[in-house]
C-alpha cells in the first residue's frame, strides 16, 4: 500500500488555521473579475467621475454630451416633476448616409432611480450611457437610445441629503385622510443624527425578533415580543399612529397601469394611474419611441428580474423565460457575478410591487423590460468583487424563527466589508405614553447604496453589459442563394437570417423562446387579402419582393409571412420568377415589426 508524504507539526497547524479561516469564510468565495470597462478608451465624451453626482451635475454632463456631438446627441425634453425639478435626459444614435432620423429609430430606454431610492441606479444609467457613447460609431444605425438617468428627481434628490425614505416624491398628501397633510413626519427620536426604524411592541403585532437580533422577521404563534414597524419618530397628531402622515407624494415605480392599486391600497401609488405629469411623459415617450427594450437600474437584489410585481405580469414574462435568461447570464459575464435563474420583480425584491414600470412596459408597450439592480449584498466583497455568499447553519445559541436568506447575506457583508458598523442594534427609547419601542436599523442606507468608495466595484461590468444585450437585440439581414438571368426573366431565391441573439417578437409578445435557429414557424401566401382578416404575430417577419411593375412576377408571392425568427434562426427558401428587362432592379424587404428590417436591391 502506497502512503502519502507525513505532515510535519508544523504543516498540521497551518492547515489548521486554513481550516479555521475558511470555516469563517465559508459562506463566501470570490467570482470572476467583471468584463473591461469604458474608462481606459479615449472618447471626445467626458466620462463620468467616481462618486455620486447631483441632478445639477448630471444635467451638465448631459449637456456636454450633446454640445460635443449635436448631430448625434440631442436632448428630450421632459416637465418638471412635482416640486418643480426637471430631469434631464438625452437620445442619442448612430449616424449614417442612410440612417433614419432618431426619433423615428426602434429606441432602447434606460432609466436611472425611477423607484426614487437608487442613487447607484442613477449611476449606473449613466455608466451605460457613456459605455455607448465611447462606442457611437460601432453602433447599429436603426437603433436609438434614450437615457433619463435622474428619473425620479425629487425622491432621489431627498436620497442624495442622506434621507432613508419610501421613494415618494414629497408631495403633499393627506395619507391618513385627516383633512391635513404631513403633519405626522418622521423625527430622530435618540438625537443620533438620523431618522431609522421604530419597532413599536404590540402583543398582536405582525413582527418579531429573528435569532440575530438585528433583524426583524414575519411572527408566528408563539413569537415573543411582537412589534408594529414604522419609521423613526412620534406621534406628532396624537391619533395613535406613527409617521403615517409624512411627507407623502408619489413612488413613480408604483404609479404605472399594471396591477395598480390606488389610494386604498397603497398611498404612494398615486390617486390614479400616471396622473404625475412626469410618470406620463415616460410613458408617452415609451410608446412613441418605439422601445424594443428598457432596462430600469434601481434596487438592491445585486441582479437583474424580469417583470412579475404581481402574479398576473409574473406569468406574462414567463413567456419570455429564455429572453431574460440571456439577461442574466450577460450580466454575470459583465460583472462577474454568480449567474442564476432572473427571479420575476415580486420575489427579487421580496414582496408585491404592483404598478411596477417594467411590467407596463412589458405588458402594454411590448417592450422586453427588466430592473437591472448594481447593488445588493453579494455585490462586492473584501477585495472589491463581487461574491457568492454560502449560507451556512445557523448557531442554535439564541432562540426565535432564523432571518432570510436576503437578511443573512446583508448581515455577512455588514460584519465582513463594513466590521458591523453601518448597522445600528435595536435601543430601548422612551415614547412617553406607557409603550415599549425600539430603534435602530441600517445607517446611512447602505442597504439602499454602497458608500461612495464602493460605488466604482458595484458598477464595473455595466457598460458591457449593456453593449452585449443591445448587439444581441434581433437584426434582420437577407441572404440571396440564387439570381439568375435568362433573357427576359430572372430566377430568385432568397431568406431571411435573424443575425441577433434574441428571437424577433420581444417583451409582451411572448414568442421568444423560439429555438436558435428555427427556421419559419409559419408561411403562407400573399397577405394582401389576410392582412384584414386576422391579427398579425407580435414579432412575425414578412418577407416582401418589389418587381419593376405589378404583371411581373410570374411565380411567387409577392408578401410572405415567414414567422417569428428565433435567435439565430433563418427562414425558409422563397423562390420567385420574374419577368425584368436588363437593368432593371429588384428589391427585397424583410420587416419585423419595431425589431427590426432590412432591404436589398438587386440587378440582375
Known amino acids: 500500500m502506497l502512503h502519502g508524504p507525513r505532515l510535519s507539526t508544523l504543516s498540521v497547524t497551518l492547515l489548521v488555521v486554513a481550516a479555521l479561516v475558511a470555516l469563517r469564510r465559508g459562506d463566501e468565495r470570490a467570482l470572476a473579475a467583471p468584463a473591461s470597462d469604458t474608462d481606459s478608451l479615449e472618447s471626445p465624451f467626458a466620462a463620468p467621475t467616481d462618486g455620486y453626482h447631483s441632478l445639477g451635475e448630471v444635467t451638465l454632463l448631459l449637456d456636454s454630451w450633446c454640445q460635443t456631438d449635436p448631430s448625434r446627441v440631442t436632448h428630450v425634453e421632459l416637465p418638471q416633476s412635482a416640486s418643480g425639478l426637471t430631469p434631464p435626459a438625452v437620445l442619442f444614435g448612430a449616424g449614417g448616409v442612410d440612417a433614419a432620423p432618431l426619433e423615428s429609430r426602434s429606441t432602447v430606454l434606460l432609466l436611472g432611480g425611477l423607484d426614487g431610492r437608487s442613487l447607484a441606479g442613477s449611476e449606473a444609467a449613466l455608466r451605460a450611457a457613456y459605455g455607448l457613447l465611447v462606442g457611437l460609431d460601432t453602433l447599429r444605425t436603426d437603433l436609438a437610445f434614450l437615457v433619463v438617468p435622474w428619473a425620479s428627481p425629487d425622491g432621489l434628490a431627498r436620497a442624495v441629503a442622506g434621507e432613508r425614505h419610501d421613494g415618494r416624491d414629497g408631495t403633499a398628501c393627506d395619507d391618513d385622510e385627516d383633512g391635513a397633510s404631513g403633519e405626522d413626519p418622521p423625527d430622530d427620536l435618540d438625537g443620533d443624527g438620523q431618522v431609522l426604524e421604530l419597532l413599536l411592541e404590540d402583543s398582536r403585532g405582525a413582527w418579531t425578533f429573528s435569532r440575530d437580533r438585528r433583524f426583524v422577521v414575519r411572527a408566528s404563534d408563539g413569537d415573543s415580543p411582537r412589534f408594529e414597524r414604522a419609521r423613526e419618530g412620534r406621534d406628532d397628531d396624537g391619533d395613535g399612529r406613527w409617521n403615517e402622515d409624512g411627507f407623502g407624494g408619489v413612488q413613480l415605480d408604483a404609479h404605472f397601469p399594471s396591477g395598480w392599486k390606488g389610494p386604498g391600497g397603497d398611498g404612494s401609488a398615486g390617486r390614479f394611474p400616471l396622473d404625475d405629469q412626469l410618470a406620463r411623459a415616460l410613458a408617452d415617450l415609451a410608446l412613441e419611441r418605439r422601445t424594443m427594450i428598457a432596462l430600469v437600474f434601481q434596487g438592491n437584489h445585486g441582479g437583474v428580474a424580469r417583470p412579475g410585481g404581481t402574479l398576473v405580469a409574473e406569468l406574462a414574462s414567463g413567456r419570455d423565460r429564455a429572453a431574460y435568461a440571456f439577461l442574466g447570464s450577460a450580466y454575470a459575464r459583465a460583472t462577474g457575478r454568480a449567474s442564476s435563474e432572473v427571479p420575476a420583480l415580486r420575489a427579487a425584491r421580496e ?89 435602530g436599523g441600517w445607517r446611512n442606507r447602505v442597504d439602499l447604496d ?61 414568442a421568444l423562446n423560439a429555438p436558435k435557429g428555427s427556421g419559419a414557424l409559419h408561411s403562407s401566401g400573399a397577405l394582401g387579402a389576410l392582412d384584414g382578416e386576422r391579427a398579425r404575430v407580435p414579432g412575425e417577419v414578412v418577407f416582401t419582393l418589389e418587381a419593376p411593375c405589378d404583371d411581373a412576377l410570374l411565380a411567387g408571392h409577392a408578401v410572405n409571412a415567414v414567422g417569428v425568427l428565433g435567435g439565430g434562426g433563418a427562414s425558409q427558401d422563397f423562390e420567385w420568377l420574374i419577368s425584368a428587362p436588363p437593368g432593371s432592379v429588384l428589391t427585397l424587404h424583410a420587416v419585423a415589426g419595431e425589431t427590426g428590417r432590412a432591404r436589398r436591391d438587386l440587378r440582375p
Request: glycine content about 12%.
Open 351 to 439: 414582496r408585491e410591487c404592483p404598478g411596477a414600470a417594467i411590467d407596463w412596459l412589458h405588458g402594454a408597450v411590448g417592450a422586453l423590460a427588466a430592473e437591472v439592480a448594481v447593488w445588493g449584498p453579494d455585490a462586492v466583497g473584501r477585495d472589491g468583487r463581487a461574491n457568492q455568499r454560502r449560507l451556512t447553519p445557523l448557531p442554535e445559541t439564541r432562540s426565535g424563527p432564523a432571518p432570510t436568506d436576503t437578511q443573512r447575506r446583508w448581515a455577512r457583508w455588514v460584519d465582513d466589508v463594513c466590521g458591523g458598523l453601518d448597522f445600528a442594534e435595536w435601543r430601548p427609547v422612551e415614547l412617553g405614553i406607557g409603550r415599549r419601542a425600539w430603534v
Open 450 to 510: 454602497p458608500p461612495v468608495e464602493l460605488l466604482p466595484h458595484a458598477l464595473n461590468g455595466v457598460a458591457p453589459f449593456v453593449r452585449e444585450v443591445v448587439d444581441a437585440l434581433p437584426r434582420l439581414d437577407i441572404e440571396v442563394l440564387r439570381l439568375e438571368r435568362t433573357g427576359e426573366l430572372v430566377r430568385l431565391r432568397a431568406r431571411v437570417v435573424n443575425r441577433g441573439a434574441f428571437a424577433t417578437a420581444l417583451g409582451g409578445a411572448g
